[in-house]
């Protein structure tokens, strides 16, 4: 299926398009020649923004898409034979094609996570065999923010993870594809968040950017290996400077957030909406710019022939439903509709 | 050094922004939602469209820039025990932090290959201890055309190298980061160079485009593990339409051909320009879009007061001028009149 | 710790030497000089003997240790994109650092398998996502025969695996560094049950060697790539005339059989006085030459004071003990003494 | 070709058995149980030994083999993006299928190096695109002592080459596979050697051991991850009693130096023989165990009827013919007699 929709789709954030105003900064960077590689205004500007707004004491990578920047991240913090700590449900075990594994050669510890999200209970789960040879040792937590399934971690929830990571000489990694989601469920700042990992990815794709993402290393001692392995691992743009200005349109005025906010206030509309809608159960908390819901499957095969979505869990009859910075309060309204029609017109 | 030019730049043909008409593609192809990942009309045009140039029986798919062109397309030919032979000049030998022994694991097999280029002799020389289990097993040849150097292959240069890894156990692998200047300066169709490698890429960075370059698979048999290695190797762009774009823009009305020969152009005028200036010396053929030239040291330190560009090989006072789809031709005779002035300006 | 027992070890097969018609071996094979790496009578033997064992078609590999037998084997059965399904408790999640994630590059699904034994409904599990490039593609089930637990699987099990795996498009590896000790338990042949995987480990060490494995190829397309592996993973022994020996003595007049059938009944004398002693629980079935048993933690150290073995769980206060070749009836019965005495001497 | 010599074989040192204190040490050694994995008498005794020896202040590993240690030993030192300065000569650039690149990912920078031996000024040739992250950073420089070619760093080359690296930021990895018959040449002591590198290979597999080597550390920080390193590289022993005992017998009454001298003495004897012989050319100064000679093509021929060795480079006609620790100097005058005579017997 190859398709552009005629209407909005609920399939992922990244159906959407690019944010406007990322196009135009896109547009007005197209002027004359710039040194490659971030040698540039545009990328400078964006580096330092994304520092300021992150609190971070080490650098800023702008990178190609989110598996580069959690691949990234990640092998900043590990050792050869060190491993990750993550939820089963963790976009690095389940969406990468095995680039964890294959790329950095490390082992993922998954742990199964309510709501997408661990705790250090579940993490003191994985912590065996700390100084046998034989394990591979764990040495980084990954956690997601917002989650795989929608939901926030609280700052409390977060501080106790670094807190136990701390103590337990654990660093933490933080996938942020959907971070700024979490800020504006939150009402906290970028800072607020980045301050409790060691490096972070900072998404801009999924929230209105054509296609970049930062990876933000919170302590100078982490950064010297930084930019040889974006190199290496195949991320280094040549003409930088449209990744740069795709992240000044989004720092500008806080567009980042405003955008976040919107998808989330689009996913509320939906989740409110659905409650009023017999055999439609949400199953996370709706927390940011997706809604999982468990419907009947004669119900799913009837929405699909008019909306895109994932089916998450065939078994489960669990589907994904997704906004992002451009869905219509009119989109969800008519795709609510038609929710209804579909649960009404099966016989349960 | 962090700098928007205020003249043309010759130190990279990615130092040049994206041509206006493949930038007016991206921001048409930004209009609602587009299924992800590729399943859009933009990326499916784009891939039938390369597919048809090329003459590939394989599939096309378009990643994000050059070092994960190289590394995917070699990765399809390559078993875990077998090596590369390639120039000693190679991009993927001297320019990608060592991505091929990182991310597939192989061991490169250089040679020395004057202009650049390697023949079936210097292939030869580096066929030892093949079914020896202590040697790395040499199974793919690496071309560049147009090569590092500026210079391209003949289609019968090429040819003899297919003849002979045929005839000898080994696959081609062509790196056409810049394929596009040498179908321009051989007056051949895209399809003719192709049809001489098992697996390429085909650049659309250096050649206009924002940011999106094309492996090509000539044979079917090699393509069924393509997909999930571009995932895996973080090379696969969510919101894909934008990469599509590119190429559409790039093959409508042959602009691909346009630009690259627009670009050979200026490069040769350079040359031109240059054989009447004494002291400066055009240390290989100029075939492409680059210009090598060996200078007084002196010299190059005052032309890169105003001009950006690369001492390719600093004891050799080698330097490295690159021209562009967006050259022109007054700023390759302001360009020359500098090069003029500050070779007579020193005294030798 | 450093310790030769005084006592005889339970902590594990690898705990015992070597057994004296295999040290007999490698004396005698001591005479004068021999081609290395493997091109010498002793190795040609070994390998031709373990082909005719085994009923392999393809070709028999030497190797150093279980981890060296184990990701070659697993490895000429994987793309680079492909995953192995296996227990949560294999030997390749548990005991190898993270090998096969770092050597091989490959993703491990693992399933909760009771009693170390997957099924194919466990496996089923894991087939989400086949034709999704977002996902590490299942290639490859592992199975660990005799199990990790000490259990066995039937021939009827491993052959519902096998015809599961061939119906679903997956390869069967077969971890067998106590496969003998699985054909002792089961009257079978070695052949019985490597004509149920593809790629097989066939253990010496644990089994009375003094550390040779061997790889064993079911089917010769599978074979092409094995000795440049073996090689390149660091598992070809130059004096290999050594392992050849070892590997003779074990074949010869099935020493290989009548050493695991006699660990097997040294653990079962175990399992069977064990029963007689209140507050000890054996917590598997007891088919090969281990026995895990649940003490009270205070007993649990009250015996490690005497005698060597390993806590397997300590939450659930659950212990490993093993016996090998060449433990003792008087060595289970004084164990046992101890036990029970252990056992009583403790309030609970 | 599978044969057990009826004659002294010239092909390698490791075509030689092992020596008979070796053998004793390891029979000996096979006397009930011992904690497996390194936690026993016999290997705490030869890696305090080997400490002693070397004067490492880090730590020492035992592991399987050369490939082993040569990997091992360089990963300690090697950051992911970093790469390795080699002879082109080196074993771990042509006898290791790429067990450097595959296993470690590593880039090895190869310089031609006359007699096998770099120096600072070859060295210094490699030290482009630092700092620039377009290039693997090289961080190590290997050095194998003695040599490929037999011949052997003075002590004061090896300084020149460590007080470079170290006013260079780069590490000196030590292949040591025959570092025992460096010593023997030079009159040093083992420590004098260890002192000059920061981590080393020390061989016992060509020095007369069945099949061990030892990796040293000299400096404690560059420890703490090799113990999981070696056991994920798959080089940990379970029985590993078995190599401790084979460098005890090594290192009791310096047996490893009188088999290295003894090995030298007998390659000089040969050396001194063929300088009588017209038509054979020494090329490698001899200093340890190997002797570099060019033939007649048709002298090789007819000389390899009759005994073992290696064509090194056919085009050139040089062979290589090794001693060893039981070569007798009636083997070396038998074979000075049938070179001769295939001298003798054929036009040139």
Redesign the interface.
């Known amino acids: 299926?190859?398709?552009?929709?005629?209407?909005?789709?609920f399939?992922?954030d990244?159906?959407?398009?690019?944010h406007?105003a990322v196009?135009r900064a896109?547009?007005e960077?197209?002027?004359?020649?710039?040194?490659?590689?971030?040698?540039?205004?545009w990328?400078?500007k964006a580096v330092a923004g994304i520092r300021q707004l992150s609190g971070a004491q080490g650098e800023v990578y702008l990178v190609?898409?989110?598996?580069?920047a959690n691949?990234l991240g990640l092998?900043l913090l590990l050792?050869?034979?060190e491993?990750v700590i993550c939820a089963e449900s963790a976009h690095i075990n389940?969406?990468?094609?095995?680039?964890a594994?294959?790329?950095l050669?490390?082992?993922?510890l998954t742990v199964p996570a309510p709501d997408g999200k661990i705790t250090p209970e579940l993490i003191a789960t994985r912590l065996v065999?700390r100084g046998d040879?034989?394990?591979?040792?764990p040495a980084v937590v990954a956690v997601t923010q917002s989650t795989e399934y929608g939901t926030c971690y609280s700052l409390d929830e977060l501080r106790a993870i670094k807190e136990f990571c701390a103590a337990n000489g654990l660093r933490v990694f933080l996938d942020g594809a959907r971070l700024a989601n979490a800020a504006a469920y939150l009402g906290c700042t970028l800072a607020d968040l980045a301050g409790l990992a060691d490096v972070l990815s900072f998404g801009g794709?999924?929230n209105g950017a054509?296609?970049v993402e930062a990876v933000v290393v919170m302590q100078p001692a982490d950064t010297p290996?930084a930019?040889?392995?974006?190199?290496?691992?195949?991320?280094?743009?040549?003409?930088m400077?449209?990744l740069g200005a795709q992240f000044n349109a989004l720092l500008a005025d806080d567009l980042w957030l405003a955008n976040a906010a919107h998808a989330n206030a689009m996913a509320a509309r939906l989740a409110t909406g659905l409650a009023a809608i017999p055999g439609v159960e949400v199953v996370y908390p709706v927390q940011a710019d997706a809604v999982f819901a468990r419907l009947q499957p004669g119900h799913i095969a009837e929405l699909q022939r008019d909306w895109?979505f994932h089916v998450w869990d065939e078994s489960a009859s669990v589907v994904r439903w997704m906004t992002a910075f451009d869905t219509q309060e009119s989109d969800v309204d008519a795709f609510l509709s038609d929710i209804a029609a579909a649960a009404g017109a099966v016989r349960v």
Chains 1, 2, 3, 4 share one sequence.
Do not use: W
């Open positions: 299926m190859t398709e552009a929709a005629s209407r909005k789709s399939g992922s990244n159906h959407a398009g690019t406007p196009m896109i547009v960077a197209n002027t004359g020649d710039a040194i490659a590689y971030g040698a540039d205004p990328t400078e190609l898409n989110g598996s580069g691949v092998g050792g050869r034979h491993a389940t969406d990468e094609c095995g680039a594994e294959r790329i050669g490390t082992k993922l065999g040879e034989h394990f591979a040792q794709t999924k054509m296609g290996s930019r040889y392995l974006r190199k290496q691992h195949m991320q280094l743009s040549s003409k400077r449209f895109i």
